[in-house]
């Protein structure tokens, strides 16, 4: 299979994700698509960082969560998108009229290869299950990063293969922030291992990881009802 065929697969799956019959759909995947969505989230991911964590190892750790990003993001948009100048679907002159939009969202930038939604929301899912090792936590921290990056696809602002390189960036980069965070940390920083259910391996308090838990789930129902409600908004 050539190049070609390659992205004529990528526009014929784009096709079948893109858009919906139900307005529920189209209201819901606008607002979690919106970073300003998550934002609770964030602040309660930093509580369990400072909370177990003293402020100097705590700010070391917000460093190196905004070096995740920084990453993930100038992998993406700095040196891809520019040097592969694909067009988004909704920006592509060839293709726009055949994606269907949400209240005519077509996302910012010409160009979508890759996925900076992708790259970041992954990056951090990674880097913060490598670094607090909770199962519940990192199965909610990946389902954050997947559902507002499906949605790029079904608001038709990206091709499925900007979707997959962007995961791929993301795990990498987390990945590899997480590995000098552990020479740094094994290096310069002690932090005693409590052996008890109440605690994960890495030392964090699974009573606080639960706020985040919470807290995620708690947006996923505020994005539901939002949703229907947008849905009513945004067609009548």
Known sequence: MDIQQLIELDKHILMQLNGSDSLFWDGFMYIVTDTKTWIPAAIALLYVIFKNNNLKQGLFILLLIALVVTLADQTSS?????????????????????????NSYRAGGLYGFISSHAANTFAVA???????????????????????????????????????????????SGSVVYLLYKFISNKYFFKSRLISAQYTTSGYDVKSINVVVLVLLLTYFFAIVYGMILSKLLYF
């Open 78 to 102: 700095g040196i891809c998108k520019p040097l592969f100048e694909r067009y988004r679907p909704t920006k592509d002159p060839e293709f726009m009229n055949m994606v269907n939009t949400v």
């Open 126 to 172: 990674m880097f913060i299950s490598l670094l607090v090792r909770n199962a519940k936590l990192s199965f909610m921290m990946f389902l954050w990063a997947f559902i507002p990056t499906y949605s790029r696809v079904y608001l038709g602002v990206h091709y499925p293969g900007d979707i997959l390189f962007g995961i791929i960036d993301g795990l990498l």
